[in-house]
């Protein structure tokens, strides 16, 4: 695995031939750049990508408009802010995984920490569903074929052609006026594909503001977490009894 020196740190560089999909990708993970490349595509080519990838990872850290994203913990005990709202968080060892969502308490269940994002997503779906409705019917009128929520790291939202709406679990733990801008973006692509003035001209007729918001993400960006899950320790057998 190659490494390079970039500010005085060091990164390894992984590189992954990928089976499905035709595009390339590369992203800091865990203190690693991550270089994902086609494995149909050509040796030759492979290798191109392979440097022009690597190559921009380095200027964008260089520059520090690449840093790794904050992963948030949750762990027995501890508290967190979802949707403008403090809940309590309660980790319960299990072998199948549940997030339920009880007043003001979230109660997790793992055997290892894993799939909690998509899980907690499910929980808030319906809060996040509704608002993204009430937008659309102030706003847009479109025809929605589904919302969800996905733990996605890069993208803060996506709209197909068929009107599936998917939002990333991070935008959980933005101001609700955050999450209102990406809602809006992915509404006004239900009637402009692309980002051209009648698509952002939309977006401004349903919200003004626009700009600031998207300039509070790009900002803030590293700092809105991805989920990690910590369980609850085990309980461990008294000893030394006297």
């Known amino acids: ?119 907690l997503g499910r929980a808030f779906l319906p809060e996040v569903e509704k608002r993204t409705r009430e937008l659309n019917a102030t706003h847009f009128n479109s025809e929605i074929a589904s919302i969800s929520l996905r733990n996605n790291r890069m993208r803060w939202g996506s709209c197909g052609r068929d009107g599936r709406i998917s939002l990333s679990t991070r935008l959980l733990f933005t101001p609700p006026e955050i999450l209102d801008y990406v809602i809006v973006h992915e509404l006004a692509h239900t009637k402009v594909k692309s980002h051209g003035e009648r698509f952002w001209g939309l977006v401004a007729k349903a919200m003004p503001d626009h700009a600031d918001k998207r300039a509070w993400l790009r900002k803030n960006d590293s700092e809105i977490p991805t989920i990690v899950c910590r369980p609850k320790p085990p309980r461990t057998a008294a000893s030394g009894a006297i």
């Not at 802010?81 to 007043?103: A, S």
């Open 1 to 119: 695995m190659e490494t390079v020196h970039i500010n005085g740190k060091e990164y390894p560089v992984e590189l992954i031939l990928k089976n499905r999909g035709r595009s390339a990708s590369a992203r800091l993970r865990d203190g690693k750049i991550v270089i994902r490349i086609p494995k149909r595509a050509p040796e030759s080519e492979r290798t191109k990508i392979y440097e022009n990838l690597r190559a921009r990872c380095i200027r964008s850290i260089e520059k520090g408009r690449w840093r790794e994203k904050k992963k948030l913990k949750l762990e027995h005990g501890g508290k967190v802010q979802i949707l403008g709202k403090e809940y309590e968080v309660k980790v319960i060892e299990g072998k199948n995984r549940k997030v339920k969502i009880d007043g003001n308490m979230i109660i997790a269940r793992t055997p290892d920490g894993n799939g909690i994002a998509e899980r």
